[in-house]
């Protein structure tokens, strides 16, 4: 079974920055689109962005865009969320997700169902 897994998380001031892998062991992920989400306490889970197996194509959540930037490193099967001018909104356990094509599912990226594999998400606090 296909588990991603994410790491780099922790506690971090207003202003600050975070990154973020997602790695799936034993599992290549170049031909996987790769989508980012997170879950705040009491809310439910939403699409934060999405990276194309080429990382041709990129897609964001509008109050993240421009602060979080989605990247990869296929060589070492490895996505990464990197997370600049974290604010305390940006609170909430952040998983990974891959979809089953090279593309992200358009403007439906956001969309949990169109994902097929996940893993346990990392916690993000962003606190003074």
């Known amino acids: 079974q296909v588990q991603l897994v994410v790491s780099g998380g922790g506690l971090v001031q207003p202003g600050g920055s975070l990154t973020l892998p997602c790695v799936a062991p034993g599992f290549t992920l170049d031909y996987y689109a790769i989508g980012w989400f997170r879950q705040a306490p009491g809310q439910e889970r939403e699409g934060v962005s999405c990276i194309s197996s080429s990382s041709s194509s990129e897609w964001y959540k509008g109050s993240v865009e421009g602060r979080f930037t989605a990247s990869r490193d296929n060589a070492k099967n490895t996505v990464y969320l990197q997370m600049n001018d974290l604010k305390p909104e940006d609170t909430a356990v952040y998983y990974c997700?891959?979809?089953?094509?090279?593309?992200?599912?358009?403007?439906?990226?956001?969309?949990?169902?169109?994902?097929?594999?996940w893993g346990q998400g990392n916690q993000v606090t962003v606190s003074s």
């Open positions: 997700a891959a979809v089953t094509s090279v593309s992200c599912p358009g403007i439906y990226y956001g969309d949990s169902r169109r994902y097929d594999y």
